[in-house]
């Protein structure tokens, strides 16, 4: 490995990796924002699901472009833009005054990770070649997800000690030395055939059909189906949902060409990516307010239980990677979604009961976790821990190594975008489940008028009752978001058995390594499968 190459993994492993890492931080963040951030025009459960699925919405739906301004721009230049942006944005969000501005910032943090996450790839991508670009991605992947490790011990003590401010300032200092890194030592590449014509509108429709569906789908169900913005802003998505393939394939310059789904390969990985990120997605988001909300956990015990996922896929994905490299793909991508599934089960279990874990670091003797933990959370983050690291380098290495090297840039972009849209519009549909299933069960526990304002916004599903709720009403409560989360945790169990079923059918492990055409006649480059990374 030259100094060069070895620079470039180093700023793509800080860059991507502060981005993961946000995300860990700020779900162990989210129950501490909900109490402590004034919100007039937003639920507590609804902003948080905002905080989360509103980044998601935007980085999906600009992801597509940033990798076509990547590679006609150049890829080492929007990836250090993406480093200013998201560094600012992070610190915006970190002094937000109201849970709104807060979501409002985390729509921006959204736009400023779209020029990161793509580059990342592409740029590992022009740095090697062959067998050493699948070491390169495992390397990556095995890297960034030691961050993640991490994640759960910093953000957890952060927000327990200091504050939730801090989830998003630490990324300032991380993201300034990328950008000297990038700017000093990373080689600029791009794509000398672009025509530099950029669909703009196409990207807008995109932001629209999913913002809209995503918005739509949380404010209405938030608001009993009485708040006439949410009806409008489910037209708007519905609308520019059916109109952007329409779009896609009238445009002279589309943001997705068609053609590229054209490849059995190709369209099966994404189409599983959709449900296996989906699922992850939501997953997540659930587990860290469910464990900090309901059943009394510290967000750094919340952070800590995911540690076996984040050490198992650095300790597995270099090997998963290389091996997938040689015998190919598909059983890994059929059996880690079926992995995560049975992990996902085990949670389907958990009792309202179950002991809270207090762990903080200035009490040494709270760090043991209680016998609860190892029976009800334990098994959880092994199963999913063990199949997430049998899909990520798999998964990267089918998309990389079916596209031309031109359209690296574009083709992570586009699995990217599909990895993130799932997560607000799956989200969204679960959250109608999620709070129809908790009021639901509070009305008929607690015998309260769910109907009323006033019981809904004072009973929040997921999340502790406002004070002054009895200990009955309490207990109710507590009930009802575990019967939700239950019913939660089964349907995302069945979006990564979808996805399993997606790429045992149409992957085939010799469409699985070979290169989708180019569009437009462009010469494609030899295959060269990666690691991990593309959709995470």
């Known amino acids: 490995m030259t100094s060069r190459q070895r620079w470039t993994l180093i700023c793509t492993v800080i860059g991507s990796g502060a981005v993961f890492l946000d995300g860990t931080i700020v779900n162990a963040a989210l129950k501490h924002i909900g109490q402590e951030l004034p919100g007039s025009l937003v639920g ?10 509103g980044y998601l919405a935007v980085l999906a739906a600009l992801l597509i472009l940033s990798g076509a301004l990547s590679d006609h721009y150049g890829r080492r230049r929007i990836y250090s833009i993406g480093l200013v942006g998201f560094a600012a944005t992070s610190a915006l969000c970190g002094l937000a005054p109201s849970l709104e501005w807060l979501v409002v910032f985390r729509l921006a943090q959204g736009a400023a990770g779209a020029l990161l996450i793509p580059g990342s790839l592409a740029l590992i991508t022009h740095a090697f070649d062959g067998e050493a670009r699948a070491r390169a991605f495992g390397i990556w992947a095995a890297s960034t997800s030691a961050l993640v490790v991490l994640g759960p011990i910093v953000g957890g003590t952060m927000v327990d000690t200091v504050g939730w401010r801090f989830a998003f300032l630490i990324n300032v200092p991380l993201l300034a030395f990328a950008l000297w890194a990038t700017r000093t030592h990373v080689q600029e590449s791009r794509d000398t055939e672009t025509t530099g014509r950029f669909d703009w509108l196409g990207a807008l429709v995109a932001a629209l059909a999913v913002g809209g569906l995503a918005f739509g789908i949380i404010r209405g169900q938030a608001n009993a189906w009485a708040d006439s913005a949410a009806w409008v802003a489910i037209v708007i998505g519905v609308v520019c949902l059916v109109l952007f393939p329409i779009l896609m394939a009238r445009r002279p310059n589309p943001l997705v060409p068609l053609e590229l789904f054209r490849s059995r390969a190709f369209t099966a990985v994404n189409l599983a990516t959709f449900f296996i990120y989906g699922g992850l997605y939501v997953t997540f988001f659930y587990q860290a307010v469910i464990l900090q909300g309901v059943l009394g956990y510290t967000a750094l015990a919340a952070g800590i239980v995911g540690i076996p996922i984040g050490i198992m896929l650095s300790v597995l994905s270099t090997r998963v990677g290389t091996l997938a490299g040689r015998i190919g793909s598909r059983r890994f991508l059929v059996a880690g979604p079926l992995l995560m599934a049975l992990g996902l089960l085990w949670y389907v ?17 709270s760090l043991i976790p209680p016998i609860d933990v190892l029976i009800d959370v334990l098994p959880f983050s092994l199963l999913f821990g063990l199949g997430i690291s049998l899909v990520v380098a798999p998964l990267t290495s089918t998309l990389m190594g079916s596209i031309s090297g031109r359209y690296s840039g574009l083709g992570s972009a586009i699995n990217n975008s599909v ?33 009323d304002p006033n019981v809904r916004r004072a009973f929040q599903p997921l999340n502790p009752p406002a004070a002054g709720a009895s200990e009955a009403q309490i207990a109710a409560s507590n009930q009802a978001s575990l019967d939700a989360f239950h019913l939660a945790m089964l349907i995302c169990a069945v979006l990564l058995v979808i996805g399993s079923a997606v790429s045992w059918y149409g992957l085939r492990e010799r469409s699985a390594a070979s290169i989708v055409a180019a569009p437009r006649g462009a010469t494609a480059d030899p295959p060269g499968p990666a690691g991990r990374g593309a959709s995470r």
């Open 419 to 451: 990895a993130r849209v799932g997560q607000p519009l799956l989200g969204a549909l679960i959250f109608i489940v999620i709070s129809a299933t908790y009021y639901a069960s509070l009305g008929s526990l607690a015998g309260l008028d769910t109907a």
């Open 349 to 365: 279990r958990i009792p309202v009961d179950s002991a809270p874990w207090p762990a903080a670091v200035e009490d040494p003797s």
């Open 44 to 53: 507590v459960l609804e902003g948080q699901a905002y905080i989360v699925s």
